[in-house]
């Protein structure tokens, strides 16, 4: 079936934009996960979303970022008032039930450059 | 804090030659590690766990709690396993995975 598709693919937007990325997670997966990966760095956590439990926002790095799921599927990652240091590769994974010892699959990202 | 460390940030060895990237972690408690491949132009994925303690692709890890390292080996290279490698670690109990900053591996024809 297909995997977690994520848009857009690329995105280049003006410094002080606000910007939506979407993510489609496997039919069925109760648990979506967002991550950024900056230039050099590895991936870094951001929000994790299981069932209708609230999502932990601990990996957010600040009140500009902001994600929702609706209906227990798609997902929407919003940054507002971007700045040049969010400038990243944005990737969704999904599991089907959430919890460690489920493998994590993982979307093709979205690159992010704020200019 | 937990943290895992990828002394490499590219690792170039010969087809044939045996292969070691390495991977070192901080975690007070008992982690659960993963290796993750991400191939050219493909997404990333699971590679192994140390906990299933299988070989994918002929890549083996082995969890060393004392040198608190998770080493990721292959005997023989190929050119296929060209790709960048990530370790991760979670917590006990914990579904968030920290990553190191990954080691791309070129193996030379």
């Known amino acids: 079936g297909a995997g977690v598709s994520q848009s857009p693919s690329n995105k280049v937007t003006e410094k002080g934009k606000d910007v939506e990325l979407r993510c489609d997670p496997i039919?069925?997966?109760?648990?979506l996960y967002w991550y950024r990966q900056s230039l050099g760095q590895g991936l870094e956590f951001l929000i994790y979303?299981?069932?209708?439990?609230?999502?932990?926002k601990s990996g957010l790095p600040s009140d500009r970022f902001s994600a929702e799921r609706t209906g227990g599927s798609v997902s929407t990652l919003t940054i507002q008032r971007t700045q040049q240091e969010d400038s990243a590769v944005y990737l969704c994974?999904?599991?089907?039930?959430?919890?460690?010892?489920?493998?994590?699959?993982f979307g093709p990202g979205t690159r992010l450059l704020v200019l | 804090a937990q943290r895992v460390t990828q002394p490499e940030k590219l690792l170039s060895v010969f087809k044939g030659a045996p292969v070691e990237l390495k991977c070192n972690y901080s975690?007070?408690?008992?982690?659960?590690l993963f290796w993750y491949v991400q191939y050219s132009r493909q997404r990333l994925q699971l590679l192994l766990r140390?906990?299933s303690r299988e070989s994918i692709k002929g890549f083996t890890a082995d969890l060393n709690k004392g040198e608190t390292s998770f080493h990721l080996k292959k005997p023989f290279a190929q050119e296929e396993d060209s790709a960048m490698y990530y370790c991760?670690?979670?917590?006990?109990?914990?579904?968030?995975?920290?990553f190191g900053k990954g080691t791309k591996l070129s193996v030379i024809p």
């Open positions: 994974a999904s599991s089907l039930f959430g919890g460690i010892q489920e493998t994590q699959y």
């Open positions: 039919s069925g997966h109760t648990a």
């Open positions: 979303f299981q069932g209708n439990s609230a999502p932990d």
């Open positions: 975690y007070s408690g008992s982690p659960e």
């Open positions: 140390h906990i």
């Open positions: 991760a670690l979670a917590g006990a109990g914990s579904y968030q995975l920290t």
